[in-house]
């Protein structure tokens, strides 16, 4: 018999409830797709895949490490939208279909020439290297299977590859085009089960508080059915839930791992838990961390996923759920255990075991320090910092902590040349915030109280300082005796000057004859905050760079620029970093 205790069931409320399914999308229109491209049909990566912060809104097709492969509308439509962004998607159009769906294809070499030739005028006409356009929707119309665009490596993509969406137009809200039918690929492979862990946890004030993960071994019976050693019973504490490492493959992409599409779980044959992945809002992108067991989650390639549904977590991708997925065992009697995992083509996993109660009570961590409640606004003013949490900030209660250390602030300051950047000077103690370990799902404010030179005050900010004391820009700005900032993640933070400019290296000689080449680039870089703006002109006119943010290069290509003349051209390129430094290139180059 099982009974819910009083402090698992503070821990974990109800949850469930059932994800409507689109209109848009019934099993009598799904073949009203083609595929975006004419080549195999081979994934990188699937939809709702685990990434930091975030859930893969989409598909990631390969194009076989190389770019310039057409690009199709998979139906009938408009260009309703196009960007172009060193960051995300880089160069994305968006197709809107007469069905009530729109698709998106992103990291494109380049646009249909049409479209093209609009969006690098339109570039011109604003003087701007990003852009984010929705044109007239008579403007662009496109049959099934007309040319989007090129396939291409631009935004933040990391090989070449098609991004492929099909979203409701009216919510945006995504959609699994694998899973839902859709699309097929050949897929034989059901998901690997890696590991079990089990979180002993326990209720002090209201607060959920856990024990260190207990790992558990499994290992492969029969088929597709794992178990634990057989010898054993898993011993388990009153009150926990259970965490399941798992990854997947596809027959054509062996070297890829995968992210899941569906998990459930029953307790001696009753039905617990299921989380699949049919939908996702981009408003419930940041849910990934919950969905996820981020303490093991962060650092991973793996998925690891919490059996359980935590205070603050409310993204509609769970079914069914009782007592939040908890387990809380009132009997020393053997319970049955089955976890089932399942890919985006219906093969499944599962691993089946017995649990007891084990006569060990349950180690938890945490239960001291003020309460931020996960539901209200939450502030602590001490030690020269202020932290404000705002409400649903968190995921579930804390026992919040803070420690400011100006001892290793002083070993860093010395140190600073091997650990941060060279030009960064620190300003403030170390502020650690609550653990790494926590998740935030908005943004908390943290300021850090200190007297600033008054001509250092424009180039402050905040940097989050890593266990091997490296810096990374946190952001902020200078506010009469502090320095505050909004922040994504707990973790170690100080005050930091940065007052170097960012630098600037042309890709080919001064003076140089480019008549034959057929582009003009340099590589920009900075050392910390990042490069916010550039400027570049030719012969005094606004000339298009577009930026490769990874490669840290910006590139003119010469057929989109205007040249008056024939023979010496100036060239000049300002380049301004995140706390307003900036760093002037000039010089010419024969055309």
């Known amino acids: ?171 945006q809200r995504v959609v699994n085009t694998l899973a839902l039918g859709i699309y097929d690929v050949k897929d034989n492979l059901p998901p690997t089960i890696e590991k079990l862990y089990w979180i002993g946890m326990d209720t002090v004030q209201g607060v959920p508080v856990q024990a260190v993960p207990q790992p558990i071994a499994v290992r492969k019976a029969v088929g597709n059915h794992y178990t634990v050693d057989s010898a054993k019973r898993v011993e388990i504490t009153p009150c926990g839930y259970f965490v399941v490492e798992t990854i997947d493959r596809k027959d054509d992409s062996p070297g890829n791992t995968m992210g899941i599409y569906r998990i459930a779980a029953t307790l001696d044959g009753e039905p617990r838990f299921e989380m699949r992945k049919d939908y996702l809002l981009f408003s419930d992108m940041r849910y990934v961390n919950s969905v996820s067991f981020y303490p093991l989650q962060r650092s991973a390639r793996t998925e690891f996923y919490r059996i359980a549904v935590q205070q603050g977590n409310s993204i509609p991708l769970y079914h069914g759920v009782k007592n939040r997925g908890a387990i809380a065992l009132a009997d020393s009697l053997p319970h049955d255990v089955a976890i089932e995992v399942e890919d985006d083509h219906g093969n499944t996993s599962q691993v089946t075991f017995t649990v007891v109660r084990s006569a060990k009570a349950s180690v938890a961590v945490g239960g001291e320090g003020p309460i931020a409640e996960y539901d209200k606004n939450f502030v602590s003013d001490r030690d020269g910092v202020r932290v404000t949490i705002p409400p649903k900030a968190l995921y579930e209660s804390i026992f919040y902590g803070q420690r400011v250390d100006s001892t290793l602030a002083a070993y860093l300051h010395r140190t600073e040349k091997k650990q941060s950047p060279a030009t960064v000077r620190l300003l403030s103690p170390l502020c650690s915030i609550h653990s790494e370990d926590v998740p935030l799902h908005k943004p908390v404010t943290v300021e850090i109280r200190a007297e600033i030179p008054a001509a250092l005050r424009e180039k402050v900010a905040l940097a989050r300082v890593a266990h091997d004391g490296k810096m990374s820009y946190a952001g902020g700005s200078w506010r009469p005796g502090r320095v505050a900032a909004e922040v994504s993640a707990f973790g170690t933070y100080c005050i930091v000057a940065d007052t170097l400019p960012p630098t600037i290296t042309p890709l080919f000689t001064s003076g140089a004859d480019l008549r034959n080449a057929t582009s003009i680039s340099f590589t920009i870089d900075d050392d910390f905050s990042g490069i916010a703006d550039y400027r570049a002109t030719i012969d005094g006119q606004w000339a298009l760079f577009e930026y490769d943010r990874i490669k840290k290069r910006i590139t003119c290509t010469f057929r989109t620029f205007h040249f008056a003349k024939t023979g010496s051209h100036t060239h000049r390129l300002e380049v301004t970093d995140n706390r307003g430094n900036r760093k002037l290139y000039q010089g010419k180059f024969v055309r």
């Open 1 to 171: 018999m099982i009974i819910l205790t009083v402090f698992c069931t503070a821990a974990f409320r109800a949850a469930g409830g059932e994800t409507p399914v689109s209109p848009y999308l019934s099993p009598a229109k799904q073949g009203y797709y083609r595929f975006p491209l004419d080549l195999p049909k081979y994934l990188s990566a699937p939809f709702g895949e685990f990434r930091a912060d975030h859930f893969h809104s989409g598909i990631d097709i390969k194009t076989g490490n190389t770019e310039g492969h057409p690009v199709h509308a998979a139906a009938a439509g408009y260009v309703a939208r196009v960007v172009v962004n060193p960051s995300g998607y880089g160069r994305a159009a968006y197709i809107a279909h007469p069905n009530g769906t729109t698709t998106l294809y992103g990291h494109l070499q380049r646009f249909f020439p049409e479209l093209e030739k609009w969006v690098i005028d339109e570039m011109y006409r604003r003087q701007s290297w990003k852009i984010d356009l929705t044109p007239d929707p008579a403007r662009f119309p496109l049959k099934q299977g007309a040319e989007v665009g090129l396939s291409g490596n631009s935004g933040m993509s990391f090989g070449p590859h098609l991004h492929f969406e099909i979203r409701e137009t009216a919510s």
